[in-house]
């Protein structure tokens, strides 16, 4: 499923609308259960409490429905309500009345015995085939599934095909990656909207800097163009370095934002020209001025991506060649407010954003006659600071208009006093932002600075932490609200862990006041503790029913995590950082990050610190790893024999059942391999797991052992111990394990002669649910032999071509050794159809993930897994 090229931007305070629409007796739990996962998404549910009676006027359904994102729709057994004069329901006429280019999400409860007219737009709905369509049992299972259907449509992040292939609009605009949401309509920025866009549409403009103060309204402006760009870039990506604090992590963040993994043999600068290579991309790089450093980096990759173009927000200037530099002027701001009407005082766009703002603290709240002076006075206090005045407004629950007029005229002049070696406007947003912090209690102060040592996304158990023993901590859930409702702290939940951030200006307020705390160093080794820890409770959550959930935690505090591993390193504590890469082992992999741990145990062998013997191991046994997947990469297995007998020496029989698995995966990928070695390690890795009782180890090694006999041409005895992982995989509800299991046995199936693709299909389902680009390339390839088996050269070409891409972006192949698809793609290119293959591939390689995921899987399945 995907948002497409409606999909708009929001900033944090304006939530998705998802317009639901159902009856209303015959649903009212399932409309309740609807409502709650809405909620618990913190998206906004439109629902009529009246349902489809009585009628609502065309125009009211029309409204909601152009004010709504996306369109959900439970049906059952009544058709509802027809209003006097109408012929159809006010059911029907919600579901036509839905904007072409809105998501539709179809739910229909079962068993039912609809009536006549239901089943009749229930079968117009299938026929058009331009809506998911789900089956439930009951208000549990709806919950359930709209969460997890939301959560796909929001997830797209793809970019469309350049040439449409399998696109539902060819003439569709790109489609956003992972682009943030945007605040809604755009105040006062219609003539700077006119100009950039101008800009961006002139291939000289390659570097376009917005540069103004904290709070200006820089990223709001980058937000909005990014979404109105149209057709001249095949891709937009949105990169945030608000969490990148050295200038060396820009060009990685940018890989990680473009999916192109660096595979650490040349530099990633270049990694990124091959894998973007043709692509007209826009780059937004938002939060630049901590890292100007980076600006040269910057530079260079206008020649390596020759097609690009970058849009900075900074509050610097970047002063490289190439800069095209426009300045973020304040919102317009009103008259004098003693010679003015309310009429015109509300026509200033800082007004009507402090409006705005407040109705959103407080719906009670209105700009009047009698209150507009003072609203008028407060947006040019604040000089139409767009941040400055959402802070102010946010108080309106706490401060009548009047008096908070009287705290900025105080609070200002000060501020501005202690601080003259700053600009002007940084000023004055500096003074909003303190002024803020200073109507708090003491308790959320010191809570407040004590935040300032996380690096992003934070969970309410690393606060308690990191406020372990403070003498203000008692009530630590309502301080830390105290700071949600004063705008100084965003929540925002994912699963069922609540998570926390700051807005970007806020941050560095806080991380500014707590470097001079005088317990810095005993609070970063709190914090860097507790991260150590989350690494020991999350390992054995990465196999089994909750490895998913234990993915989505990982990923979601990951800035935290390298900030813990940063400071442990700094302090010489790499015995920590080994054991806690080591354990979060799954993580790396399933997530094909396995070049970011090689780099961390790289840091570890080049700290300068006595090195224990297991933290020795683990560094060894990394870039080993890494090592079989890269296929121009040296393999060499003294590093991982040394390994072994570390490990064995420390009596972890777990860690050295890895070590023998890569030491069994280096003996097959040397030239020539040497099977009969690599065949012993192996099953002396798989008697340690089964001693130590590890299912999904054991049936990986199970798997790993298949592989051994399959490359010595025992197709019976590896599809014996292909079947037997599979089975074990399926029972320990291991998604990943299965997904390697599925593959295997997918290609024992080719070589044995069987055409089916079933096993390809189902693995690509599972990784595209974990996340895994690696595994999905895996599928592609094997979904790839398989068409080309029975000579569907285009199929198989397009998904080749799709593999292909994802290799480059991963930096990880298959095991150089291991024979798979090449000889069914060698056989493809020596038959009358290789042209019509290599034109397929090539396409393939410049395809969206959703018309990938749509030629694999068919567009019902595809829209329910992607």
């Known amino acids: 499923m995907s948002v497409g090229a409606r999909g708009r931007i929001r900033t944090p305070d304006q939530r998705l609308r998802v317009f639901v629409s159902s009856t209303l007796k015959e ?17 906004a549910p439109v629902m009529f409490e009246l349902g489809a009676r009585p009628h609502p006027p065309r125009e009211l359904y029309r409204a909601y429905l152009e004010q709504s994102d996306v369109f959900v729709g439970i049906y059952w057994q009544q058709y509802g309500w027809i209003a006097p004069d109408e012929e159809i329901s006010g059911l029907e006429d919600e579901y036509r009345l839905v904007p072409s280019d809105m998501p539709k999400l179809i739910y229909v409860k079962r068993p039912a015995e609809p009536d006549e007219r239901l089943s009749r737009l229930l079968a117009r709905i299938r026929d058009e085939d ?35 292939v399998g696109s539902q609009d060819d003439n569709a605009s790109p489609r956003p990656a992972q682009l943030p949401a ?57 990169v945030p370095l608000e969490h990148v604090r050295e200038p060396t992590d820009v060009i990685p963040a940018i890989a990680r934002a473009l999916g192109v993994r660096d595979s650490g043999d040349r530099l990633l600068s270049e990694q990124l020209g091959i894998a973007r290579a043709g692509r007209r991309d826009l780059i937004v790089l938002d939060n630049f001025e901590h890292v100007l450093p980076a600006a040269a980096d910057v530079t260079s990759l206008l020649n390596d991506l020759p097609d690009a173009a970058f849009l900075v927000t900074s509050r610097a200037r970047l002063r490289v060649r190439g800069e095209h530099v426009f300045d973020v002027e304040p919102l317009g701001l009103p008259p004098d407010p003693d010679a003015a009407s309310l009429e015109e005082i509300l026509e200033s766009p800082a007004v009507r954003l402090f409006r705005d703002r407040a109705r959103a603290a407080d719906p009670r709240f209105d700009v ?69 912090i200073d109507l708090l209690t003491a308790d959320a102060r010191a809570l407040f600075v004590r935040l300032g040592v996380f690096a992003g996304d934070f969970s309410l158990d690393a606060v308690e932490a990191i406020t372990d023993g403070a003498p203000w901590g008692a009530d630590m859930l309502g301080t830390l609200l105290e700071l949600v409702d004063g705008s100084l702290l965003r929540q925002h939940g994912h699963g069922r862990v609540p998570l ?8 560095e307020i806080a991380t500014a006041r707590f470097v001079r705390e005088a317990d810095v160093a005993e609070i970063r080794r709190a914090h860097a503790d507790f991260y150590v820890t989350l690494a020991i409770e999350t390992e054995p959550l990465l196999r089994g029913a909750a490895q998913l959930t234990a993915l989505e935690r990982l990923e979601a505090e990951r800035d935290n995590l390298r900030a813990a591993y940063r400071h442990l390193l700094e302090i010489g504590e790499v015995d920590a950082v080994a054991d806690a890469v080591w354990r979060l082992f799954l993580y790396w992999w399933i997530r094909s990050l396995l070049p970011e741990a090689k780099a961390w145990m790289e840091a570890v062998l080049h700290a300068g610190r006595p090195l224990s013997k297991r933290t020795r191991a683990i560094a060894l046994t990394f870039p080993s790893w890494v090592s079989v997947w890269q296929t121009d990469a040296e393999i060499r297995t003294d590093p991982i024999e040394e390994a072994v007998a570390l490990f064995h020496s420390t009596g972890d029989s777990f860690s050295e059942g890895l070590a023998l698995t890569v030491a069994s995966l280096a003996y097959m990928s040397i030239e020539p391999p040497n099977l009969a070695t690599a065949e012993q390690r192996q099953r002396a890795a798989l008697d340690l797991a089964i001693a130590h009782g590890d299912a999904s180890f054991e049936t990986l090694y199970r798997g790993a052992l298949g592989r051994i006999l399959f490359q010595r041409g025992d197709l019976a005895g590896a599809t014996a111990l292909f079947e037997r992982a599979l089975e074990d995989a399926v029972h320990a509800e291991d998604m990943f394990v299965e997904s390697v299991a599925l593959t295997q046995l997918g290609w024992v199936g080719l070589a044995l002669g069987r055409t089916g693709e079933e096993s390809f299909l189902r693995n690509l389902e599972l990784a595209v649910r974990l ?96």
């Open 130 to 164: 331009v809506a998911s369509y789900t089956a439930f049992a009951d208000a549990d299972e709806l919950a359930e599934l709209l969460a997890s259907d939301l959560a796909t449509v929001l997830a797209e992040r793809f970019d469309a095909s350049r040439d449409g």
């Open 771 to 866: 996340r895994n680009d690696n595994g999905i390339a895996f599928a592609l390839e094997g979904i790839s032999a398989a068409a080309a088996t029975v000579g569907d050269f285009e199929r198989a070409g397009v998904l080749l071509g799709a593999a292909d891409a994802l290799r480059a972006r991963t930096g990880l192949a298959d095991q150089r050794s291991y024979v798979t698809f090449q000889p069914f793609i060698e056989a493809v290119l020596a038959s009358e159809g290789a042209g019509v293959f290599e034109s397929a591939r090539k396409r393939g390689r410049r395809m969206s993930r959703r018309d990938v995921l749509q030629t694999a899987l068919g567009s019902e399945l595809a829209a329910a897994v992607a």
């Open 368 to 436: 009047t006659v009698d209150n507009a002076p003072e609203v008028a006075r407060i947006c040019r206090a604040l000089e139409g600071v767009p941040l400055a005045i959402e802070l102010a407004a946010a108080r309106i629950r706490a401060l009548t208009p009047a008096a908070m007029l009287g705290r900025l005229d105080r609070m200002l002049p000060l501020l501005a006093t202690a601080a003259r070696d700053l600009p002007v406007r940084q000023r004055t947003i500096q003074a909003t932002v303190e002024w803020s």
């Open 182 to 238: 945007p605040y809604g309509e755009s105040v006062g920025r219609e003539r700077e909207l006119e100009t950039l866009l101008g800009w961006l549409g002139e291939h000289r403009h390659r570097l376009i800097t917005l540069a103004g103060p904290g709070g200006i309204g820089k990223s709001r402006l980058a937000i909005e163009l990014a979404h109105r760009v149209g057709e001249a870039f095949d891709r937009v990506t949105f």
């Open 500 to 507: 926390f951030s700051m807005l970007a200006p806020v941050r």
């Open 27 to 43: 649903l009212q739990p399932e409309r309740r259960a609807a409502r709650a996962a809405l909620e618990r998404l913190r998206l």
